[in-house]
């Protein structure tokens, strides 16, 4: 455990921009995620589809679905969602059928459970000396700020 200290006093804080703070702590984590990722030979969208079929029946789950759920992740959109199914595919990691089912293979659950046990450390990387309460009132904070301004956030 590091030793981390403030750089401003509450009395600075207060002038702080958030649109800045906000996007700096979004693109730290994300990075650090990512990078993570990458060790495993995934980018972050490809790990949201293994995710999203995880838990979905044994004959998968229909490609647009899975599309249709991710395609507000990050602003990815779907055409780099429907590239990165492909990339899996190829890889052996998923599977599709002449439906557009697609489904984990085994070396696809296989990797899948692998990272999500190294995301729990990333997890508890970035959760280091924050308290729940503390996070659930940043994610109240920053979800009304957003509501303030007209914007739209929603994650699964």
Do not use: C
Not at 103 to 120: C, F, S, T
């Amino acid at each position: 455990m590091t030793t981390f200290t403030y750089s401003h006093s509450d009395t600075d804080l207060v002038n702080q921009p958030i649109g800045y703070w906000s996007s700096a702590a979004g693109s730290a984590v994300v990075h650090h995620i990512r990078t993570a990722l990458a060790e495993h030979g995934l980018t972050q969208p490809q790990w949201w589809i293994l995710n999203q079929l995880v838990q979905a029946p044994e004959d998968g789950r229909p490609r647009d679905e899975v599309v249709g759920i991710l395609r507000g992740y990050l602003d990815v959109g779907d055409g780099a969602l429907h590239h990165d199914i492909g990339a899996l595919h190829d890889r052996g990691l998923i599977t599709e059928d002449a439906a557009g089912r697609i489904a984990l293979a085994d070396e696809g659950r296989a990797l899948r459970d692998h990272v999500a046990e190294r995301q729990k450390g990333l997890r508890a990387e970035i959760h280091e000396g924050v308290t729940d309460e503390e996070y659930v009132a940043a994610l109240k904070v920053l979800q009304r700020m957003i509501h303030n301004v007209g914007g739209t956030a929603w994650h699964h």
